[in-house]
């Protein structure tokens, strides 16, 4: 078997962290090396850092200083031993087959990446809805970038990666909100072969009462620094596919305002939504539902 390296970034968690870090040491892949990438640059929190490594067999990587999220997961990409790379965020977890059935999917499809659908949940463990990446059934090379600025292929926790091909693209961009939307760019641009597995493979938590780069203000900037980014891509697509784009953006403000219970502008990106493009909004409605029955 060949090895996979879980790359587990963390920071300011350590109860959450105990979850992640055992999610990957109870895989039922056998030979599985786990990296917590540690970036409190902060003696006290190493120490609890150090400790959840030594319990679960774990490699410690501390850093003298804050890389942020990107650099620090490329950080413990290039110290990594094994041929294939997964990442874990600290405050998720995943399911025991995960590795084993995504790394199956790379080698019977002669891949580069693979990519898989995600399950999200509140604080609580309640389940929120589940991501599906159904779009890419017999989706084509050429058609990738175009569903990726449609549909953002995102969260690293659903993505595997050949460790050379990860290299040849150069891994995160050293940005930190969004990284994951840039990371899927880049691997895209390299031109490799991409796989879809239809199985959500890890549960992740959509935080509303604290802060993080996924949650509250950081997610609505993310998502307003992103969308005039995604210009560049216009020629790509037909006006009317350029307004499932437009609908999308303002879709996920919506819900993003939503779960901070915001509902006067929550209301009023979800109107602009759906006056651009009601088939976009009733799909991505669908595609979590749908998903969520698997």
């Not at 090396?33 to 970036?39: F, M, P, Q, S, T």
């Not at 774990?58 to 413990?76: D, K, T, Y």
Request: hydrophobic share 40%; with cysteine.
């Amino acid at each position: 078997m060949s090895r996979i390296s879980v790359i587990i970034s963390t920071y300011r968690r350590d109860e959450s962290l105990k979850t992640a870090v055992a999610s990957v040491r109870a895989q039922t892949y056998p030979d599985v090396e786990i990296l917590i990438a540690d970036d409190n640059a902060d003696p006290a929190w190493n120490g609890k850092v150090a400790r959840v490594a030594a319990e679960y067999g774990a490699r410690h990587i501390v850093n003298e200083q804050n890389l942020g999220s990107a650099r620090n997961r490329n950080h413990a990409a290039s110290l990594a031993t094994g041929e294939y790379l997964a990442f874990l965020d600290d405050d998720d977890r995943y399911r025991p087959d995960k590795l084993a059935r995504q790394h199956a999917c790379i080698r019977e499809n002669n891949a580069d990446m693979c990519i898989e659908d995600l399950t999200l949940v509140n604080e609580d463990g309640r389940f929120i809805e589940t991501r599906s990446r159904r779009y890419l059934i017999n989706a084509k090379p050429r058609d990738y970038m175009k569903l990726h600025v449609l549909y953002h292929m995102t969260s690293p926790d659903t993505l595997m990666f050949r460790k050379s091909y990860f290299e040849a693209f150069g891994g995160f961009a050293p940005i930190d909100l969004g990284d994951d939307f840039y990371l899927m760019e880049r691997a895209i641009e390299q031109g490799g072969t991409l796989c879809y597995h239809p199985y959500a493979g890890t549960v992740a938590v959509v935080h509303s009462r604290e802060s993080g780069l996924s949650s509250g203000a950081n997610k609505l900037k993310c998502e307003n620094d992103e969308f005039p980014y995604l210009i560049k891509f216009r020629p790509l697509f037909t006006a009317a596919e350029w307004r499932s784009v437009r609908a999308r953006h303002y879709a996920v403000v919506s819900f993003a305002y939503l779960r901070m219970k915001k509902y006067v502008p929550c209301l009023l990106n979800a109107a602009r939504a759906f006056f651009l493009s009601p088939k976009m909004c009733v799909k991505l409605i669908v595609d979590a539902k749908g998903g969520g029955r698997r």
